[in-house]
């Protein structure tokens, strides 16, 4: 079993619909949470990261973990063309090493 | 903006060639990470770095990868002798100290071994 498991997708949503992302861990020492962001042939993107339980909020961009289920979520209000991309969950693991699940391609259709 | 730069962008070589790849990090930052990510999959960090010294490099195959950073700053990643499963994209990212939860990613070098 992977550390950090995600759906490959493609998730294909129309625009301005509500995106739901979502990851699921199996090590219960994460605390750090992170959503990347990656376009096609570029490098991965830090769009934001949570500590613990909890929700952040960043624009159109919300976060949230559940340390109970081992879950986390990406939701994206608004979606937009744009925000076509693959998005990774990454967790920081003991020894301060990034561990990424396999991320979830995502198609906005205008 | 700052930003990590690879080279190449794109390379393809015959399987049992050498290969290398060059990294400069964002002005500052002394963590230095190279990565690899096979089509399809999130990046795998290979090797760490914290200025020229090696932090972490339990996942990089040394038999044939070998990675350096002789004085802190750009670093060299290379595979010699190439082999076919070696295709994938090499990703440098680097963070300040201690600061291993935002780390930023440069484009990348897609390796393309025939």
């Known amino acids: 079993q992977k550390e950090v498991e995600q759906d490959p997708g493609p998730l294909s949503v129309p625009e301005g619909a509500i995106v739901s992302l979502n990851c699921t861990y199996s090590?219960?020492?994460?605390?750090?949470f992170m959503w990347y962001r990656q376009y096609s042939r570029k490098g991965p993107e830090l769009l934001m990261y949570?500590?613990?339980?909890g929700n952040k909020e960043d624009g159109r961009f919300t976060a949230q973990v559940d340390k109970s289920s081992k879950y986390i979520s990406l939701f994206i209000r608004d979606s937009q063309p744009s925000d076509s991309a693959t998005y990774l969950c990454?967790?920081?693991?003991?020894?301060?090493?990034?561990?990424f699940g396999g991320g979830t391609r995502l198609m906005v259709k205008p | 903006e700052a930003e990590v730069a690879q080279s190449p962008r794109y390379k393809i070589t015959e399987k049992s060639q050498a290969v290398a790849f060059w990294c400069d990090p964002i002005?500052?930052?002394?963590?230095l990470y190279w990565y690899r990510q096979i089509l399809g999959q999130g990046p795998e960090l290979l090797v760490q770095?914290?200025?020229?010294?090696?932090?972490?490099d339990s996942q990089l195959p040394k038999d044939r990868f070998s990675a350096e950073r002789l004085k802190g700053v750009d670093s060299t990643l290379k595979i010699q002798p190439a082999e076919l499963g070696d295709s994938a994209m090499y990703l440098c990212?680097?963070?300040?100290?201690?600061?291993?939860?935002?780390?930023?990613f440069g484009p990348g070098t897609r390796l393309t071994v025939l």
């Open positions: 770095f914290q200025d020229e010294s090696v932090v972490d």
């Open positions: 990212a680097s963070s300040l100290p201690d600061s291993w939860v935002e780390q930023f």
């Open positions: 949570t500590y613990s339980s």
């Open positions: 002005s500052g930052h002394a963590t």
């Open positions: 090590n219960s020492a994460f605390q750090y």
């Open positions: 990454a967790n920081i693991n003991a020894g301060n090493m990034l561990t």
